[in-house]
């Protein structure tokens, strides 16, 4: 067993090595641990190991659940280094560590971080995490109130702790950290409460703050200098995060860096998305409101941008930029180009160089009427004049709604197959536009939204996009948005869960369903794969409903108002006759 | 038919328009009542010697339109509606409905604005002048029909996302309340 | 009877001859839009007047003439008096016609002269509020778009197009020296040009049943050349002067502490909230609370503590702040220059 396993990851990485993640291994160690939410640095979530595989993952079977003790959305992704596990809860964000040489993998340890109670205020959707990140012996994560904590990951004992973010000016952390360079990477959320995004880096070893670059402002502190070489014109010029605001609104102009960040070694070069702009109501914020709703991509050492490409400019629809950036090598034209593949908010994917920042192709994932060409020339995407939200009208079946074509879900790539799993949702929304009022440590929207499901009626997608051709393979179609992020495996499978609590295990190639677990509440975590001490693969998710499309049950929304939980309450009314909430891990393996 | 009914008849009527005084009544100038803070507040029902009965404060807007329609204006200017959505919850709880988290009295729901509750609630005091805080509550308590028909709110300025304050059907305060969700 | 008529008379005229010098009449009129429509409504009242008077004049003539030709009769009297009137009707008919048509003729060719809007004009977003005037100026730099409220300055010379909407009920805007008035109607833009060709203070006010304080929701325009008009815009996109004296400072953390914070802003300070006007250079503006009261640290005193006492039913509440807050919040508002 152990040796076939190891010879057919022998293959898988062959097959693998045009990944530039998989050649550069310095976080995985051959994808058998998983040390971070993404697995690797390119962020794939692809998992090297074969053992469970097509042939016989219809036997996959349970083998531990483990109870977080949580009610809220488990967003979070499990890490694992070579004999524990480590889980960050909801708020209160308490680190759990599981012993995974003993049988039953009890608790090694508990660390609860404790964090200011009234920041459950200012979280937008649900008060998740993302998940922790493990290096050099210690794991990092951050708490809702805005503090980054290192803990050593032997003994549980606090490290240091670093408090970023200012809850009373409405800001808070539920991204998970990047470690690079001996560096750790974190960006504040609050984006619907009128905050100014950063994304800063630490010192791994202190906690000291070692950068910060904000996404709006003047350019000494976006920290844009000579390096700053954007592909597009509008991107150049002085200080264009504040001229590309109305006075002063660069101040609480969102932008925050709540997502996903890669890093490529070669080019030592981190790429992020920042959120959008604040406040949604878009006559509130004329311009094309730099740098949020794009991606920004920056030397981890210095935080110097190289450069930066805006999806939305002047976005119209909550439209965040801060979508997973895959790393990867594509066959473009007969020529080996290094790209980042994005599924964007706005419902186009993505492909751009990511020496660069040139955009290559850019076509649309899902439905989408909001903007209907990405002019590849200018990179400047057009907006359907007709479904421009207007202070004092409703503009009706505005498609993706706020949450976009995908909202934060990470997609999975497979360098086997050459797809990319987009777990994804099917939603459009009525919207008024209303004045936002600002009011520091409150909601700063201006739009009343009311959402409900897309064409052909199914709110969530699993599909699998082929990047080099730009389009859709095969779509699996889901009842509820699948607001769980995806795993793809060298065992030919893609595993994504529902909000229902089905685990799903399908073919990598046709999408066909292979393997399900119906979980004890809906799954919104996102799944990983690693090898136990014990030689043996293992499959692990966390379960847990909520987020912000879970809130109708985490919150307990009454959804006689179809505004609750920012339009949601209409769009999920059903969700609580099929789940109810409560966190636990499931681990899963071949008996 | 007794000689007595036309006196009725007017009794009745001068009552109802005394009713609708008091409906349509604009009290810019709030004094005593409003200005007064309550300090009868308890959360919790257990007390040793059973509950002191206790008055509960009438909320000083419940029969008044022209106030509880400013609370309703309030509710967004104020990024209420932010977090409780129009009713259906949010970041924050519910509002429509028969559970209450920290007391349904009015002074619960003063105290809840005034000082903030522990899982995210802000405190607006000093923020909020009183009179505009029982103006919300007048409101807050219309969101559950606990504030008369005719005071509640017929139609809503924006899209339409629920049935108005008038037509919601009533959900009196459960006896005991759940405790804060999520942990 | 006679001392009445000549009182009345000389009412009239004085209002006649205010308004010819007033700040606030059509009969002023301090560009080309509001002349056209004062000339318009010069020939209609010219032209009424004389109908009026011919047709009164005819009407005394007729009662008196019947009374002294009553006694001719026989058919071919008749007939000779038919065709006279055949022929004074038609005469009539045709002059009625063509002053009509005239008139007609003269309100469309005013009407499309309003109508055109220039290209080259300054755009200035007005929004109407419970009872005052939000002004936002537009500018191709974003980051040079001015906010103020219920005053805002415009070039003398150059036409201002006003983008009028509402957030509340239906307003109307009235500036009568400068155009007519336009509604501001919530979910919907109306445009309206402004013109002055002489520098000065114009006064406009809302014209459309808003609520109480209808009255009280005034609206101040200054004309002035473009040099001073530069200079006033530079001034009014500066940040928020900062406190200089202690009770300035004191008064700024008292308004990022208090009521102040959750409707007004201030740029510069936390204070970012647009449910009120923006006060960041309120003491460069004349008027308090939409023209209801000279702005002076005393009517500030007197507004913030019982706005209801000068405008009843004003979406300002009543601040209950001990005296020493009081007086640091009005020293601090009134260096906002």
Redesign the interface.
């Known amino acids: 067993m152990r040796a076939c396993g190891a010879g057919s990851l022998g293959i898988a990485a062959s097959a693998a090595a045009t990944l530039l993640a998989v050649s550069s291994l310095a976080l995985a160690q051959e994808h058998a641990q998983w040390p971070a939410p993404a697995g690797d640095f390119a962020n794939t979530r692809f998992s090297a190991l074969t053992d469970i595989n097509a042939t016989n993952v219809a036997s996959l079977k349970l083998n531990f659940a483990f109870s977080t003790g ?3 959305g488990h967003e979070a992704a499990p890490i694992v280094t070579t004999d524990t596990m480590y889980i960050v809860t ?3 964000n308490v680190l759990l560590a599981l012993a995974l040489d003993a049988p039953g993998a009890p608790l090694r340890w508990k660390y609860e971080s404790l964090p200011n ?8 959707c649900d ?1 998740v995490n993302r998940g922790a990140a493990y290096a050099d012996g210690r794991v990092f994560f951050n708490t809702l109130d805005g503090q980054s904590i290192a803990v050593d990951a032997r003994s549980g004992k606090e490290i240091w702790r670093t408090h970023l973010a200012d809850i009373n ?1 409405g800001e808070s952390i539920t991204m998970a950290p990047l470690v690079v360079n001996g560096k750790v990477l974190v960006g504040n959320s609050g984006g ?1 409460f ?1 905050v100014r995004g950063w994304l800063t880096a630490l010192d791994a070893a202190t906690g000291k703050l070692i950068w910060r670059a904000y996404s709006t402002g003047p350019d000494s502190e976006v920290l844009i200098g000579p390096d700053f070489k954007p592909f597009y014109a509008q991107d150049r010029g002085q200080d264009l995060g ?7 609104a660069w ?2 102009g969102g932008g925050t860096v709540w997502g996903w960040i890669s890093y490529d070694p070669e080019l030592n070069l981190i790429f992020y998305g920042t959120a959008n702009p604040g406040p949604w109501n878009p006559d ?4 094309d409101n730099k740098w949020t709703a794009g991606i920004f991509a920056r030397n981890p050492d210095t935080g110097a941008a190289k450069w930066f490409y805006q999806m939305s400019p002047h976005d119209l629809y909550d439209y965040d930029g801060v979508n997973e950036n895959v790393l990867l090598d594509l066959d473009v034209g007969g020529r080996q180009r290094k790209v980042l593949a994005h599924a964007d908010r706005n419902g186009y994917l993505y492909v751009i160089d990511r020496a660069t920042g040139e955009v290559i192709s850019a076509n649309a994932f899902v439905h989408v009427n909001t903007i209907d060409k990405v002019d590849l020339a200018t990179g400047r995407p057009h907006y359907v004049a007709e479904k421009k939200p ?5 503009v009706r079946d505005i498609c993706p709604h706020a949450g976009g074509g995908k909202d934060w879900q990470p997609s999975a790539y497979s360098p086997i197959t050459r797809y990319l799993y987009i777990p994804h949702q099917n939603l459009c929304q ?3 536009a ?12 201006g739009a ?1 939204i ?1 959402m409900h499901a897309g064409p052909g009626g199914n709110r969530g997608v699993f599909s699998a996009w082929d990047v080099a051709v730009g389009r859709s393979v095969w779509e699996i179609k889901e009842n509820f948005p699948v607001w769980s992020g995806a795993l793809a495996t060298a065992g030919g499978l893609a595993f994504y869960g529902t909000m229902e609590g089905w685990f799903k295990a399908v073919d990598a190639r046709t999408g066909r369903l292979l393997w399900q677990f119906k979980a004890g509440s809906g799954i919104i975590g996102q799944p990983i794969a690693y090898r136990g001490p014990d030689g043996k693969e293992y499959v692990a998710v966390l379960a847990g409903v909520g987020g912000w499309a879970g ?1 109708v049950v ?13 339009g949601w ?1 209409n769009a999920m009314a059903d969700l609580p006759k099929f789940t109810q909430k409560g966190g636990t891990l499931y681990v899963f393996s071949l008996p | 038919m007794s000689s007595r009914c036309p006196e009725i008849g007017i009794c009745l009527l001068i009552a109802l328009s005394l009713t609708a005084c008091e409906r349509e009544d604009r009290r810019f100038s709030e004094a005593a009542a409003a200005a007064k803070a309550p300090d009868t507040i308890t959360q919790s029902d257990l007390q040793p010697g059973g509950p002191t009965p206790r008055a509960t404060l009438a909320s000083p807007y419940d029969d008044n339109a022209y106030a509880v329609s400013q609370g309703k204006q309030l509710f ?4 209420c509606s ?2 409780h ?10 509002l ?2 028969e ?1 209450w988290i920290y007391g349904a009295a009015p002074e619960n729901i003063f105290a809840s604005i005034v000082e ?1 509750r ?5 405190s607006f005091r000093g923020r909020i002048p009183t009179q505009q805080v029982w103006q919300l509550v007048g409101y807050v308590r219309s969101l559950s029909g606990q504030v008369r028909k005719d005071v509640a709110s017929s139609r809503s300025d ?2 339409f ?3 108005s304050e008038q037509s ?1 059907p009533q959900a009196p305060p459960a006896p005991s309340s759940p405790p804060p ?3 | 009877m006679g001392a009445k008529a000549i009182v009345l008379v000389g009412a009239g005229l004085a209002v006649l001859a205010s308004g010819c010098t007033s700040n606030h009449a059509a009969l002023n009129p301090a560009g080309p839009r509001a002349r056209h429509i004062a000339d318009l409504m010069l020939l209609f009242v010219g032209v009424s007047t004389i109908v009026y008077l011919v047709v009164i004049a005819f009407l005394i003539w007729a009662m008196w003439r019947r009374r002294a030709r009553a006694h001719l009769q026989g058919a071919q009297a008749t007939r000779a008096a038919e065709n006279k009137a055949r022929r004074v009707i038609g005469a009539a008919l045709a002059l009625t016609v063509v002053v009509l048509i005239t008139l007609a003729l003269a309100d469309f060719f005013v009407q499309r002269f309003l109508a055109a809007h220039p290209a080259d004009a300054l755009r200035v977003l007005v929004t109407g509020h419970q009872y005052w005037w939000e002004v936002e100026y ?1 500018d191709p ?7 103020t409220a219920n005053e805002f300055h415009i070039p003398v010379g150059r036409p201002v197009e006003l983008v009028l ?1 509402s ?1 509340d009920v239906i307003h109307s805007m009235w500036l009568p020296n400068l155009t007519g008035k336009k509604d501001l109607i ?3 833009t109306n445009t309206e040009v402004l013109l002055a060709d002489k520098p000065g203070e114009y006064s406009g006010q809302c014209a459309e049943f808003c609520g109480l304080q209808h009255a009280q929701m005034r609206l101040i325009v200054r004309a002035e050349p473009a040099a001073q008009f530069e200079t006033w815009r530079q001034q009014q ?1 500066a ?1 928020a002067r900062a406190p200089q004296s202690d009770a300035e400072r004191r008064g700024q953390e008292v308004f990022v502490r208090s009521t102040c ?3 007004h ?1 201030i ?2 300070t ?1 204070a ?4 009120a006007p923006d006060l960041t250079h309120l003491a460069s503006r004349g008027m308090l609370a939409a023209g209801t009261l000279p702005n002076t640290q005393g009517n500030l005193s007197s507004w913030i503590l019982a706005p209801h006492r000068f405008k009843p039913g004003v979406q300002m509440p009543a601040t209950a702040l001990p005296p020493d807050e009081l007086a640091a919040l009005a020293a601090y508002l009134a260096s906002l220059r």
């Open positions: 949580m009610l809220r909801p708020y209160p109670a009234s920041s459950q205020g200012v979280a937008c008060t000016h619907e009128g504040v001229h590309s605001w109305p006075p002063d101040q609480r509130q914020r004329p311009g207007v202070v004092g009208q409703v009525d919207e008024e209303v004045p936002a009022n600002y009011i520091a440590g409150t909601p700063y929207v009343n009311k809130g985490s919150g307990d929304f009454d959804t006689r108002d179809a505004s609750a939980g920012n309450g | 967004e200017w104020f990024n932010g977090c959505a129009q009713g259906g919850g949010a970041i924050g709880p519910a429509m409905d559970k903030g522990p899982n995210g609630m802000p924006h899209l996302m629920k049935k919601l969700q999520g942990q | 537009d730099d974003p980051s040079q778009r001015l906010h909407t957030q919530p979910g919907h996109l940040p914070i959750l409707c802003t740029q510069g936390d970012s909230a647009t449910v």
